[in-house]
């Protein structure tokens, strides 16, 4: 059974950290691209971070590059998100992704909110 399991979301001030992460199982985690997107109230879902299976590609949306930083642990099984510097606009639900061809799989998200 595939399972992605996101943990770390809470409430933090502007200008705070939140490290989120995913822990995965059920499949060959090595071997797909992973992924964080975010949603907000009354928005459509947004690609935030990829990384490459071996975790040496990164990509980022414009609107965090630079503040946040995604990697991976093949070992553990796990995806991070380092978000810093954080903004009021960055409050949003983050949910994990994988995928690797037509296989497509996602987490059930965590809670991120910036405000003071």
């Known amino acids: 059974q595939v399972q992605l399991v996101e943990s770390g979301g809470g409430l933090v001030q502007p200008g705070g950290s939140l490290r989120l992460s995913c822990a995965a199982s059920g499949f060959t985690f090595s071997r797909y691209a992973m992924k964080w997107y975010r949603q907000a109230p009354g928005k459509e879902r947004e690609l935030v971070a990829t990384?490459?299976?071996?975790?040496?590609?990164?990509t980022y949306a414009g609107s965090v590059k630079g503040r946040f930083a995604i990697s991976r642990d093949n070992a553990k099984n796990t995806v991070y998100l380092q978000m810093n510097s954080l903004k009021p606009d960055d409050t949003a639900v983050y949910y994990c992704?994988?995928?690797?061809?037509?296989?497509?799989?996602w987490g059930q998200g965590t809670q991120v909110t910036v405000s003071s």
């Open positions: 992704n994988a995928q690797r061809d037509s296989a497509v799989y």
């Open positions: 990384v490459s299976t071996n975790g040496g590609s990164t």
